[in-house]
């Protein structure tokens, strides 16, 4: 799959925002940001400005594609629910396009990933693709043919990491206890390991570090 014109892409997670312009199935230009911790308000105005100041380096870019955790409603543009930004119906499709004038694609952050991959990764030449993304949360998604399987509201890659696996009792910021969120995403690890990042805690583990491989 090769997409001719330049369209930009933005990976909107609960600790970076990730964007980039590509055509071609070539790499043009990419960057990333923190997320703000603040308001939805907060967080629309850095999406505007990045998008904006990226909008001036490529002003031919034909559309914007924006991946967002959470329950996404894909026909209105609105993520429904997203625990690690704690949004509840937030327009961001409406509001990004009022912004930029470019119309904007939503979509569930994990089943875009594995679309990505299906397309251009490790899924190629592969009927379906099942993949697991692990960052700020845990999420994941489903891939059939190069097209991804999934509800209108984009619940199935939300129940990746909302899933209770054990019976600890340790609270989840979505309300319920033991998700496989509270175990196995970057959020868990950085809090088991407040001194280190995560990708140090991973090299670490690779290394044969047995206190990090027991994250």
């Given at each position: 799959?090769?997409?001719k014109?330049?369209?930009m892409?933005?990976?909107?997670?609960?600790?970076?925002i990730?964007?980039?312009?590509?055509?071609?199935?070539?790499?043009?230009?990419?960057?990333?940001?923190?997320?703000p911790k603040?308001?939805?308000?907060?967080?629309?105005?850095?999406?505007?400005?990045?998008?904006?100041?990226?909008?001036?380096k490529y002003p031919?870019?034909?559309?914007?594609?924006?991946?967002?955790?959470?329950?996404?409603?894909?026909?209105?543009?609105?993520?429904?629910?997203?625990?690690?930004?704690?949004?509840n119906?937030?327009?961001?499709?409406?509001?990004?396009?009022?912004?930029?004038?470019?119309?904007?694609?939503?979509?569930?952050?994990?089943?875009?990933a594995?679309?990505?991959e299906?397309?251009?990764?490790?899924g190629?030449?592969?009927?379906?693709?099942?993949?697991?993304?692990?960052?700020?949360?845990?999420?994941g998604?489903?891939?059939?043919?190069?097209k991804?399987e999934?509800?209108?509201?984009?619940?199935?890659?939300?129940?990746f990491g909302?899933q209770?696996?054990?019976?600890?009792?340790?609270?989840?910021?979505?309300?319920?206890?033991?998700c496989l969120?509270?175990?196995?995403?970057a959020?868990?690890?950085?809090?088991k390991?407040?001194?280190?990042?995560?990708k140090?805690?991973?090299?670490?583990?690779r290394?044969?570090?047995?206190d990090?491989?027991k994250?």
């Amino acid at each position: 799959m090769v997409i001719k014109m330049k369209v930009m892409g933005i990976d909107l997670g609960g600790t970076q925002i990730k964007y980039g312009v590509v055509q071609d199935g070539r790499m043009l230009y990419q960057s990333q940001c923190k997320t703000p911790k603040g308001t939805y308000a907060d967080v629309l105005s850095t999406l505007c400005k990045v998008t904006n100041d990226t909008l001036e380096k490529y002003p031919d870019i034909a559309y914007i594609g924006l991946a967002a955790p959470g329950i996404i409603e894909i026909k209105t543009g609105v993520v429904c629910y997203s625990n690690n930004l704690n949004w509840n119906d937030a327009p961001i499709g409406s509001d990004l396009h009022r912004a930029t004038g470019k119309t904007i694609y939503l979509g569930n952050d994990a089943q875009c990933a594995t679309l990505g991959e299906s397309l251009f990764g490790a899924g190629q030449r592969v009927d379906r693709v099942a993949m697991l993304t692990l960052g700020t949360g845990v999420g994941g998604g489903f891939v059939k043919k190069g097209k991804i399987e999934t509800d209108l509201y984009g619940a199935m890659a939300y129940v990746f990491g909302h899933q209770s696996i054990f019976d600890k009792q340790i609270a989840c910021n979505c309300g319920r206890k033991d998700c496989l969120e509270v175990y196995a995403s970057a959020t868990a690890i950085s809090k088991k390991a407040p001194t280190k990042t995560v990708k140090e805690v991973f090299d670490a583990a690779r290394s044969g570090d047995a206190d990090c491989k027991k994250m």
